[in-house]
């Protein structure tokens, strides 16, 4: 791979990681659950930290 397309990776990455890190501080300040997949199954991370497979929003 060229430098200069690895150089842009690497650039994009860490803008992509600081967007994920603002809207999950975001979402703690307004009280929400950050939501991830993994092995398709989805995890709530709820504002105090703690990690449940139960959907915590009301239907």
Same mark, same amino acid.
């Given at each position: 791979?060229?430098k200069?397309? $690895?150089?842009e %990776?690497? #650039?994009?990455? &860490?803008? *992509? *990681?600081?967007?994920?890190? #603002?809207? @999950?501080?975001?979402?703690? @300040? #307004? *009280?929400? +659950?950050?939501? $991830?997949?993994?092995? &398709?199954? %989805? $995890? $709530?991370? %709820? +504002?105090? *930290?703690?990690?449940?497979? &139960?959907?915590? %929003?009301?239907?």
């Amino acid at each position: 791979m060229k430098k200069r397309i $690895y150089e842009e %990776l690497i #650039k994009m990455s &860490k803008i *992509g *990681g600081r967007a994920v890190q #603002k809207a @999950q501080e975001e979402n703690r @300040q #307004k *009280g929400l +659950p950050s939501v $991830y997949s993994k092995n &398709k199954r %989805l $995890y $709530y991370e %709820l +504002p105090d *930290g703690t990690i449940t497979m &139960k959907n915590p %929003l009301p239907e």
